[in-house]
Nanobody, 127 residues
Framework: VQLQASGGGLVQAGGSLRLSCVASGRTLTRLLMGWFRQGPGKEREFVAFVKWSGGSTYYADSVKGRFTISRDNAKNTVYLQMNSLKPEDTAVYYC?????????????????????WGQGTLVTVSS
């Protein structure tokens, strides 16, 4: 599976961006999709995931209510709509895919639970 993330850029605080992640090589239907980010000088951290059918999502507390993850399996694409952006959202954002089948949420907040990673797209939020 190859993942290609795009949509990053420079935006002012309070603005919005939509990230996209296109998968190739395998249908998304059997993959759980997530977004992670790594800010300057920080560890990579979980942002959000969406389960296989798209009906179940989970967010980090830091983005809850501002970010929305969604998927279009017909287009093999996952999106991250980011609203009310803050300078602390500045990071390289990575999409990732997991082939695991697990119940619950904590398993998929760990980056070692994901099998495939995109190259990352940089989001910079100016104050």
């Amino acid at each position: 599976v190859q993942l290609q993330a795009s949509g990053g850029g420079l935006v002012q605080a309070g603005g919005s961006l939509r990230l996209s992640c296109v998968a190739s090589g395998r249908t998304l239907t059997r993959l759980l999709m997530g977004w992670f980010r790594q800010g300057p000088g920080k560890e990579r951290e979980f942002v959000a995931f969406v389960k296989w059918s798209g009906g179940s999502t989970y967010y980090a507390d830091s983005v809850k209510g501002r970010f929305t993850i969604s998927r279009d399996n017909a287009k093999n694409t996952v999106y991250l709509q980011m609203n009310s952006l803050k300078p602390e959202d500045t990071a390289v954002y990575y999409c990732a895919a997991s082939a695991a089948y697990q119940s619950g949420t904590s398993y998929f907040t760990r980056d070692d639970s994901y099998d495939y990673w995109g190259q990352g797209t940089l989001v910079t939020v100016s104050s």
